[in-house]
């Protein structure tokens, strides 16, 4: 009633009616949010995308039948994956599809290309060695070929000449993937030694993987299926886009691996693999979608490379390469809340050096770290509880040299090795969303994670 009283006072008095404001924006899980685009002041492009991820071609796609005995693909799943990519909006994706079916065809077939919906080609040296997957009504991202068989190359400019290299761990394979343009990765770091890690012509490899930390779950994950799911006691669930809160995301094994590696002297890219193939979990939550649809798993979160675009401020795949190779590199759990304004930079004087770049300590260093904000945040909810943590690199781990709950940390260097910051949160603001499930809500988890950055 009393809105209706001021609409008509306001009739009367201007001719026309008082439009109330609107109340501001306010993120709440499953809102997608594009990242600004703008260079930073120190002329990089945040772009954010996926690394390790499956399609068609991989095998074990698609509930294991990625394509019929006629060799048919399956077109629903490919849909389910063109969809996710539309629906998260992340600028690119380094297809990572499995030796046996990746092997079998061609550029620009495993590049996902369709011209009829749109899709455009980037061409080099006369061949296709990308995909610019059209998106009705938004940006498209950028596909680039890879293959998970023995390593993981990422963003190849077509096949090698000899196939059969997919399957080996040599280092001339590994010399050869770089010849045609790609990343040399390594997935499940658990599967690895130090000593590969180190020795290998490797660029990098992952911080994290969605299925490695899924079957470290396997429990959390069986009780919410069994007792909730497949029950039909959805009302009790978190919202869907939260089914990864139940998750302990912290994994000792990578932590004990990554920072011997590089405490030892190498420098590695690490990635957060998103490792989706849409063949885990079937079952419908309460949006009638699947629990691991492609939309769902691509957007729990992504890996943000920091980009310098070309003279006329367009990028491809060559300047997503050359950061991802240069560890210019963070990943962020999206689910839990879209960071804004994060940096960490080294300070070599008066010179920046960014992630996995390399600062000088005779010209003193010190080390510079954002805390990020969560975008959007409804101001009515509780606020996260955050804490930046500033590591260092040391033989079986990391130790904590500093941290903050707020504002920006800097830290004066005193001793070289790699460094590396994180971003702790407990997502207090979710509990709105969290359902009879709120103890999930109550453990500390990872937020941002960056790879590292180096003093010598």
């Known amino acids: 009633m009393r809105h209706a009283l001021f609409l008509a006072l306001g009739l009367l008095a201007c001719g026309k009616p008082v439009v109330p404001p609107e109340a501001p924006a306010v993120w709440q899980p499953g809102k997608v949010l594009r990242l600004d685009r703008a260079p930073n002041a120190r002329g990089y492009v945040e772009l954010r995308g996926l690394v390790h991820v499956h399609s068609i ?16 693909y399956n077109q629903s799943c490919l849909e389910d994956f063109r969809r996710g990519v539309c629906q998260t909006q992340d600028d690119f994706f380094f297809l990572t599809d499995h030796g046996d079916s990746f092997a079998d065809n061609e550029f620009p077939a495993v590049l996902l290309f369709d011209a009829a919906r749109g899709d455009a080609l980037v061409e080099r040296a006369g061949g296709p ?33 000899s196939r059969g290299l997919y399957s080996s761990r040599e280092d001339s394979a590994l010399d050869t ?18 000593a590969q890690l180190m020795t290998m012509h490797l660029d990098g490899f992952e911080m994290f993987n969605l299925h490695r930390n899924a079957l470290k779950n396997g429990g959390v994950a069986a009780d919410l299926l069994l007792n909730y799911v497949d029950k039909g006691l959805l009302d009790g669930l978190m919202h869907p886009d939260l089914f990864l809160a139940a998750f302990n995301l912290d994994d000792d094994t990578y932590m004990t691996t990554w920072g011997t590696v590089l405490a030892r002297g190498s420098k590695r890219v690490t990635t957060m693999g998103s490792d989706c193939h849409r063949n885990t979990f079937p079952q419908l939550l309460q949006d ?4 691991d649809s492609y939309r769902r798993m691509m957007s729990a979160f992504s890996n943000h490379l920091l980009v310098k ?34 940096d960490f930079v080294a300070m070599e004087g008066a010179t920046p050096r960014e992630i996995g770049q390399t600062a000088l300590l005779a010209n003193g260093v010190t080390l510079k770290a954002v805390m990020p904000k969560v975008r959007e945040l409804d101001a009515t909810a509780d606020a996260p509880a955050l804490k930046l943590v500033l ?13 903050i709950t707020e504002g920006t940390l800097e830290f004066a260097v005193t001793q070289p090795g790699a460094y590396r910051v994180e971003v702790r949160m407990v997502p207090k603001h979710l509990r709105a969303f969290a359902g009879t499930r709120r103890n999930f809500f109550t453990a500390e988890r990872p937020w941002v994670m960056t790879s590292a950055l180096y003093v010598e």
């Open 57 to 72: 071609y991989s095998h074990d796609a698609c509930d294991g039948a990625p394509h019929d005995d006629a060799g048919v």
């Open 129 to 161: 060695v990308a995909n610019w997957l059209a998106c009705p009504g938004a940006s498209p991202a950028l596909i680039m070929g890879g293959t998970e068989t023995e390593t993981m190359p990422v963003g190849l400019e077509g096949h090698v000449a």
């Open 177 to 194: 993937f770089h010849a045609q343009g790609g990343v040399t990765l390594v997935a499940h770091t658990e599967d690895w030694t130090v």
């Open 288 to 291: 009638g979608e699947r629990i």
């Open 309 to 342: 675009p070309k003279a006329d401020g367009t990028w491809d795949d060559v300047e997503l390469k050359e950061a991802l190779k240069g560890g210019r590199n963070f990943g962020v759990f999206e689910f839990l809340g879209y960071a804004e304004g994060f």
């Open 391 to 403: 590591f260092r690199a040391r033989e079986g781990g990391w130790d904590e040299v500093s941290s």
